[in-house]
């Protein structure tokens, strides 16, 4: 049978023009594969995802090395669709005592080795380590069987090799602590380095920001919730405070439709579509923006079913590209993690505006109650835009945050 190789890239709009770091490869040259296994996993500052194979086949040739900068042009090696796919789905199960907390697991061959003495046999809780540490599985000794890498390795890596320097890892380099002081070492991860470089890049490199502060009354809101709470748990789906900061940013926008657009060096492209990236965080592995599409056509039950769904895949890690693709427009709603007030940077660059809201708290303030000045106690929070002053001007700002609390504090009237 004659040789028929086709390339192995990453899928057409998979990273929308952005690079990735090739994390692991999931199969090694000569590995037969079927249409749809997973082949390979990239890091990006946003998700962790995993490329299949478009093909049965067999790994003909690998390009591309874990740590390399890779996009959607890149080769990153060869599959030969003239080989026979397997006839059973492998890999098989492993049962193994050299580490407690991974008794039985699936396995891969990621990278095997040319002097046999490992077999570099990994499965998903150590694939998860080493992007979390941001690791070369070839620099670790494996203590596994037939010297495969464990958890339990990786973890005693961190701990000693990341301090002495020990099997040679050019992985990350440890500071040398001032004297008599007491430290552990805590690498950056892949996605906190994208994020960190982003973030310099968006405030210092990029767009000068600028921000304006409101002040918000959420008590229209809290009373039009618990009315509609439990109608919505019926369907399965659960109410927030941020579904409601979704549907007034979109009637903002309509009023005020130069916040939700792109800011170029010729041009601004403003928008029909209102797709809003909601800020999750991901505890100490960093921060993506998983995006609700079109909100402008959604009812709040509708949007409140998107943003439950978004959410719920991105604190699951299940999250794929086109989740995060598209967004005009970003909301931090910091609140929830007792924030009063903040300044976010613009997370999505080129877009021109985001955000914040913050903690919700009870309040006394004065109004006029039958034509007296009382104090009265109200349920309050701080809300925050902050633009890209190249494409927007004051005026712009805190027009839409005018329209954007007359919604919250007038909803249903």
């Not at 995802?49 to 690998?62: K, T, Y």
């Not at 008590?219 to 979704?246: D, S």
């Not at 909301?331 to 997370?347: C, D, E, K, Q, Y």
């Amino acid at each position: 049978m004659m040789n028929e190789s086709m390339t192995i890239t990453l899928p057409v709009g998979a990273l929308e023009g952005t690079a990735a770091v090739l994390s692991t490869w999931l199969v090694g040259e000569g590995d037969k594969v079927r249409k749809g296994d997973p082949i390979l996993e990239l890091e990006t500052d946003k998700v962790s995802m995993e490329v299949c194979a478009e093909s049965d086949g067999s790994i003909e040739r690998i390009l591309a090395a874990s740590g390399d900068n890779v996009d959607e042009k890149t080769i990153l090696g060869y599959l030969n669709c003239a080989a026979q796919p397997i006839l059973e789905k492998s890999p098989s199960l492993v049962f193994d005592d050299s580490s407690q907390n991974e008794s039985v697991a699936n396995f891969r061959k990621c990278d095997a080795a040319s002097d046999g003495s490992k077999c570099h046999l990994i499965g998903p809780a150590v694939r998860k380590l080493l992007r979390k540490y941001d690791l070369n599985v070839t620099s670790i000794k494996g203590t596994g069987k037939g010297g495969r890498v464990t958890r339990d390795d990786i973890l005693a890596f961190v701990n000693t090799g990341a301090d002495k320097g020990q099997n040679g890892s050019d992985a990350f380099s440890a500071p040398k602590s001032a004297k008599g002081l007491k430290s552990n070492i805590v690498p950056h991860t892949a996605m906190r380095k994208k994020i960190a470089n982003h973030m310099v890049d968006s405030l210092l490199h990029t767009s000068p920001h600028v921000t304006s502060v409101f002040e918000m009354d959420m008590g229209r809101i809290i009373e039009h919730r618990k009315m509609c709470k439990m109608g919505f748990e019926e369907a399965g789906v659960k109410l927030t405070f941020t579904a409601y900061f979704l549907a007034a940013s979109a009637k903002a926008m309509q009023k005020v439709p130069v916040i939700n657009s792109r800011f170029y060096d010729d041009y601004l492209e403003v928008f029909e579509d209102i797709n809003i990236g909601v800020g999750t965080a991901l505890g100490d592995d960093g921060l993506i923006v998983p995006v609700v599409k079109q909100v402008q056509e959604k009812n709040l039950f509708e949007i409140a079913s998107a943003l439950q769904q978004q959410t719920d895949k991105a604190r699951q890690g299940k999250l794929a590209a086109a989740d995060m693709r598209d967004g005009t427009f970003t909301i931090s709603n910091h609140g929830v993690r007792g924030s009063l007030f903040a300044t976010p940077i613009i997370i999505n660059q080129p877009q021109v505006a985001i955000l914040g809201i913050g903690k919700l708290e009870k309040r006394v303030v004065v109004e006029d109650v039958n034509g007296e000045d009382t104090m009265v106690i109200r349920p309050k929070c701080y809300v925050s835009l902050s633009i890209d002053h190249r494409a927007l001007d004051a005026h712009q700002t805190n027009l839409f945050l005018s329209h954007f609390v007359d919604v919250i504090e007038n909803w249903g009237k």
